[in-house]
């Protein structure tokens, strides 16, 4: 692009912006609002006709085990059983037993309360 293209485009913005200006200044002396360009509307989606099922999170399904587990279950038992790394499993545990939905038997065996 050349200087005076490159001119012609900006006086082409600043009268764009100037017209805006001129749009808010009528607007706010009228004390309005100012109306917005209208816009396509989408039309609404509908609602699904059925709800699925939510699925378990993995604290509900570590806590199933735990409180089916009459002697208790260690860690190590639960990764075999839903499939989750051994982090996620402990972190759980530590969690669920904080807040008092789990006890320990004994070191690393919980059960339900």
């Known amino acids: 692009m050349t200087i005076a293209q490159d001119l012609k485009a900006l006086n082409k913005n600043i009268q764009a912006i100037g017209k805006t200006l001129d749009r808010l200044l009528k607007a706010a002396e009228k004390d309005e609002k ?3 360009k209208p ?3 989408t039309p609404a989606k509908k609602a699904p006709a059925k709800k699925k099922a939510a699925q378990p999170t993995a604290t509900d399904e ?3 085990i735990v409180r089916g587990s009459k002697k208790g279950v ?3 038992t639960l990764v075999k059983k839903t499939g989750f790394n051994q982090k ?3 972190n759980i545990l530590f ?3 904080k807040q008092g939905k789990i006890k320990r038997l004994d070191k690393g065996i919980y059960t339900g309360v």
Do not use: C, E, F, S
């Open 34 to 36: 100012p109306k917005a």
């Open 39 to 41: 816009t396509k509307q």
């Open 62 to 64: 570590i806590l199933k």
């Open 74 to 76: 260690d860690a190590p």
């Open 88 to 90: 996620k499993v402990r």
């Open 95 to 97: 969690r669920t037993y």
